[in-house]
């Protein structure tokens, strides 16, 4: 009998760590295509067709240095932009682009631009 509960309590666990790592899949997936989408609409140069989004890094003492996200655009290591970001919503509120960026900041957000025809992905560093 001792066996069963035990064994009921360990599938139980699994369970709720496989339905954990299940929601944190799609709240990074969440993330990237905000973030994708923030560059859709605020940068001006070529058609983005790929985005890879970086990891949300925060800087300092429980993000107290503050918070950054790399982008690479179109699967070129020109295109690689840091943003600094609010890490509560994501939103860039500066970036370095290499000097041979393809990329810059548009004046003028254009909302009426989405994410259609653009792959997100995730982007882990080598």
Known sequence: MYFFGLLIGILTLIAIWKLISFQVKIQQQQQREKVALWCVQ????????????????????????????DVEINNKKQNIIIFIVDSADLTPSSGTFDPKSEYNFARKANKSKNLKRVKVEGWREK
Do not use: F, H, Q, Y
């Open 42 to 69: 605020n940068l001006k140069g070529p058609k983005i067709k790929e985005i890879k989004v970086g990891k949300l890094r925060k800087n300092g003492l429980g993000g107290t240095g503050g918070s950054a996200i």
